[in-house]
């Protein structure tokens, strides 16, 4: 099986701008979570999808947002970006819906916000 | 809020040897979930251990092992006969109703 993949995987932007995120799960897993990972903040829970669904939301602001196709894809957007966005964004696909369940990572999108 | 507390941001350990990698956790919950992920330089990041708070018995997968102390809200990774390719960051992790926190991280490195 194909393990979960994400695109792009690196990305420049300037402030301002916005950004769309794009990960493909683990194909059967269902839900897809979304995390960001900076040296100041460290790893910190965003979202999770499944079935189409949000099902919560960590503590960020309303420029964050995804969602979830029906072949289970998920993308991720941030509008309005600020140089603190600059981030590695990581996505993770599990087969039953809860962050509590063994997730599976993909590589990562890293942006950089000028 | 519950946190999630790593005091160790480096430790290293010669090949073959046994390393311990410390996690405290703060909450109020009894029914919660605990986890260790390793994430490797530029290498995806990866579930070693998972532990169920209702469940006594500490969670074993091949070399990595967990002491759970609940009362303590300890969680501490063991990793016996210590190999290079185990040299990463090691994340703890706890999660409760589709939330997860995360701790800042141990970078373990292993020496040949």
């Known amino acids: 099986k194909a393990g979960v993949t994400q695109t792009p995987r690196y990305l420049i932007k300037t402030r301002g701008q916005q950004v769309t995120l794009s990960c493909s799960p683990i194909?059967?897993?269902?839900?897809v979570s979304w995390y960001q990972q900076t040296p100041g903040q460290g790893l910190q829970f965003l979202f999770e999808?499944?079935?189409?669904?949000?099902?919560n939301k960590g503590n960020f602001p309303g420029r964050f947002s995804g969602r979830q196709f029906s072949n289970s894809r998920s993308e991720m957007n941030v509008s309005t970006l600020e140089l603190g966005d600059s981030a590695l964004y990581l996505c993770?696909?599990?087969?039953?819906?809860?962050?509590?369940?063994?997730?599976?990572f993909g590589p990562g999108t890293r942006l950089t916000v000028l | 809020a519950q946190t999630v507390t790593q005091s160790q941001p480096e430790m290293s350990v010669q090949e073959a040897e046994t390393v311990t990698l410390s996690c405290t956790y703060d909450?109020?919950?009894?029914?919660?979930?605990l986890f260790w992920y390793k994430q490797p330089p530029s290498r995806q990041m990866i579930l070693v251990i998972r532990?169920?708070?209702?469940?006594?018995q500490n969670a074993t997968e091949n070399r990595f092992s967990v002491n759970f102390q609940k009362a303590a809200k300890s969680f501490s990774l063991k990793i016996s006969d210590s190999q290079l390719g185990d040299a990463a960051m090691y994340f703890c992790?706890?999660?409760?109703?589709?939330?997860?926190?995360f701790g800042a991280g141990t970078r373990l490195t292993v020496k040949p």
């Open positions: 993770a696909s599990s087969f039953l819906a809860g962050v509590y369940n063994e997730q599976f």
């Open positions: 194909s059967g897993h269902r839900s």
């Open positions: 999808y499944f079935s189409e669904t949000q099902r």
């Open positions: 909450t109020s919950e009894s029914d919660y979930y």
């Open positions: 532990q169920e708070a209702y469940k006594q």
């Open positions: 992790a706890y999660s409760r109703e589709n939330d997860m926190r």
